[in-house]
T-cell receptor
Framework: TQLLEQSPQFLSIQEGENLTVYCNSSSVFSSLQWYRQEPGEGPVLLVT?????EVKKLKRLTFQFGDARKDSSLHITAAQPGDTGLYLCADPFLKYIFGTGTRLKVLA | DTGVSQDPRHKITKRGQNVTFRCDPISEHNRLYWYRQTLGQGPEFLTYFQNEAQLEKSRLLSDRFSAERPKGSFSTLEIQRTEQGDSAMYLC???FGVGEGDIQYFGAGTRLSVL
């Protein structure tokens, strides 16, 4: 069974700081999705990465898919309080196995 | 398009009672998923429908759990004889897919508290 581990588990930073969170798999991903979930809401898809080595940018968020497609990272530049939430990675080809999540809190 | 809606948003029940949750997917979506999420964890897959057919069920879905999607539209998830361990957020998602890897749209969830 594929396991998706995310690190760190918790992250509390000041507004304006940069951060990176990671998603690692025990198996090769077919593709990988990143979601953000705000308190009291369902997850919302941010991006899908498909090709090893792929880099996608979404405003201040940069997503990178590892060359071997077993890991991915999400980098946030100049974090804002609105970035607060639970960041989840998921493999959409394996009945949506979700990672353990990184809970981010950005303090104003 | 109002998105995926779930009802109720919160449910408090006593151990041993039955509860039923409803999910209304995005209207043109043929697939519907149920997940369970405990505090601080990622969602765990429970079951999946394509139209009205329930195609897969997780080991997490014990015989106390049953899900239906009559006519391929809304879905219900029923938990019989609730236990304290059933306390969690129950999320529904829908998608339009013909293969694997479709994009799921999630509802806001139903938070269940079993006392």
């Amino acid at each position: 069974t594929q396991l998706l581990e995310q690190s760190p588990q918790f992250l509390s930073i000041q507004e304006g700081e940069n951060l990176t969170v990671y998603c690692n798999s025990s198996s090769v991903f077919s593709s990988l999705q990143w979601y953000r979930q705000e308190p009291g809401e369902g997850p919302v898809l941010l991006v899908t990465v498909v090709t090893g080595g792929e880099v996608k940018k979404l405003k201040r968020l940069t997503f990178q898919f590892g060359d071997a497609r077993k890991d991915s990272s999400l980098h946030i530049t100049a974090a804002q309080p609105g970035d607060t939430g639970l960041y989840l990675c998921a493999d959409p080809f394996l009945k949506y196995i979700f990672g353990t999540g990184t809970r981010l809190k950005v303090l104003a | 398009d109002t998105g995926v809606s779930q009802d109720p948003r919160h449910k408090i029940t006593k151990r041993g009672q039955n509860v039923t949750f409803r999910c209304d997917p995005i209207s043109e979506h043929n697939r519907l998923y149920w997940y369970r999420q405990t505090l601080g964890q990622g969602p765990e897959f429970l079951t999946y429908f394509q139209n009205e057919a329930q195609l897969e069920k997780s080991r997490l879905l014990s015989d106390r759990f049953s899900a239906e999607r009559p006519k391929g539209s809304f879905s219900t998830l029923e938990i019989q004889r609730t236990e304290q361990g059933d306390s969690a957020m129950y999320l529904c998602a829908s998608s339009f897919g013909v293969g694997e890897g479709d994009i799921q749209y999630f509802g806001a969830g139903t938070r269940l508290s079993v006392l």
